[in-house]
Nanobody
Framework: QVQLAESGGGLVQAGGSLRLSCAASGSIFSIAFMGWFRQAPGKQRELVAGKNRGGTENYADSVKGRFTISRDNAKNTVYLQMNNLKPEDTGVYYC?????????????WGQGTQVTVSS
């Protein structure tokens, strides 16, 4: 069984920074994609940033230049450094691991961590 453990959310003022972490645990050989999604109240879940095992990154236009995703393949961990946070960044941030190879392939979500940016 694969589990994703997230940490790092919280309350911050606009212009501040937060760093999210997500560690995947279990009998994992490799993970193709790791990333972060967020869901604001009344809105659909959206991709914030993702990174595949080969290093290709993608970002939502709204966070380009402010957020940086990184991952440690040896530790099956992904990070999201969020700088110059804005109130519109508020939401629940979910870690996503896709193409998780445990002998078979699976996709997983973390439980979510709240990020609140006050103006």
């Amino acid at each position: 069984q694969v589990q994703l453990a997230e940490s790092g959310g919280g309350l911050v003022q606009a212009g501040g920074s937060l760093r999210l972490s997500c560690a995947a645990s279990g009998s994992i050989f490799s993970i193709a994609f790791m990333g972060w999604f967020r869901q604001a109240p009344g809105k659909q879940r959206e991709l914030v940033a993702g990174k595949n095992r080969g290093g290709t990154e993608n970002y939502a236009d709204s966070v380009k230049g402010r957020f940086t995703i990184s991952r440690d393949n040896a530790k099956n961990t992904v990070y999201l450094q969020m700088n110059n946070l804005k109130p519109e960044d508020t939401g629940v941030y979910y870690c996503r691991a896709a193409g998780v190879d445990t002998g078979s392939l699976g996709n997983y979500w973390g439980q979510g961590t709240q990020v609140t940016v006050s103006s």
